[in-house]
């Protein structure tokens, strides 16, 4: 069957790496398979015209960014990562959940944040092509408080609508208002069982 336009992201990404030389056998396809399902049933899609100015790596991350997605290579294969909530903790190798306490860290776990400053954000404007106008809007997206005085602009190629544009960026701004902290320590080798964006059990003393 000929190649035909598409709005699907998976499709669309995986007919890019594939005219980059890529086999089956570099891709994890059932990450992939997954993705497809996940953005089908919340309606994701990538609406974008590609210049030759594009980098492969720019279209696919833009890509899979309106999936909610980033590129990633894991044991040697090109992997999807879907930043969504998990339910139960995860190991990327294997069945089991990988733990990490003091029984198997080599550094002991140090939690650290920013102190509150008037440099933070307090906002995010996202720059959207519509559908309807034909032309780069903003939407702008604030949480209960937010005041807009210093906003984070962004720039979502692919998404065409200005709800699933605002849907994005309140998710990002509460990335910015509920991941500040960091949770540091070393592990040896059982910090091979997790990947990008894995969820973990942590424990301390």
Same mark, same amino acid.
């Given at each position: 069957?000929?190649?035909?336009?598409?709005? @699907?992201?998976?499709?669309?990404?995986?007919?890019?790496? &594939?005219?980059?030389?890529?086999?089956?056998?570099?891709?994890?396809?059932?990450?992939?398979?997954? /993705?497809?399902?996940?953005?089908?049933?919340?309606?994701? !899609?990538?609406?974008?015209?590609?210049?030759?100015?594009?980098?492969?790596?720019?279209?696919?991350?833009?890509?899979?960014?309106?999936?909610?997605?980033? #590129? %990633?290579?894991?044991? *040697?294969?090109? &992997?999807? =990562?879907? +930043?969504?909530?998990?339910?139960?903790?995860?190991?990327?190798?294997?069945?089991?959940?990988?733990?990490?306490?003091?029984?198997?860290? %080599? &550094?002991?776990? =140090?939690?650290?944040?920013? /102190?509150?400053?008037?440099?933070?954000? +307090?906002?995010?404007?996202?720059?959207? !092509?519509?559908?309807?106008?034909?032309?780069?809007?903003?939407?702008?997206?604030?949480?209960?408080? @937010?005041?807009?005085?210093?906003?984070? &602009? #962004?720039? #979502?190629?692919?998404?065409?609508?200005?709800?699933?544009?605002?849907?994005?960026?309140? $998710? $990002?701004?509460?990335?910015?208002? !509920? $991941?500040?902290?960091?949770?540091?320590?070393?592990?040896?080798?059982? *910090?091979?069982?997790? *990947?990008?964006?894995? !969820?973990?059990?942590?424990?301390?003393?």
């Amino acid at each position: 069957q000929p190649a035909q336009p598409t709005r @699907d992201i998976v499709p669309f990404v995986l007919n890019v790496l &594939k005219s980059l030389g890529y086999t089956d056998m570099d891709i994890n396809l059932p990450e992939f398979d997954l /993705l497809h399902e996940e953005c089908h049933a919340d309606g994701q !899609f990538y609406d974008q015209s590609i210049d030759d100015s594009s980098t492969a790596k720019e279209v696919i991350n833009n890509a899979l960014a309106c999936g909610w997605a980033e #590129l %990633t290579i894991a044991n *040697g294969k090109i &992997k999807p =990562v879907r +930043d969504v909530p998990r339910a139960v903790f995860e190991r990327e190798y294997g069945p089991k959940t990988q733990t990490y306490s003091p029984q198997n860290m %080599t &550094k002991s776990l =140090v939690i650290s944040g920013p /102190l509150n400053s008037i440099n933070d954000y +307090d906002g995010v404007d996202v720059e959207y !092509f519509s559908s309807v106008s034909w032309a780069w809007e903003t939407v702008e997206c604030r949480w209960p408080g @937010d005041q807009g005085i210093k906003v984070e &602009k #962004l720039k #979502l190629p692919g998404v065409s609508d200005k709800d699933r544009a605002y849907q994005w960026g309140m $998710r $990002r701004r509460g990335h910015q208002l !509920f $991941r500040q902290d960091t949770y540091s320590w070393s592990t040896e080798l059982d *910090g091979r069982n997790s *990947g990008y964006l894995s !969820f973990c059990a942590v424990a301390s003393d």
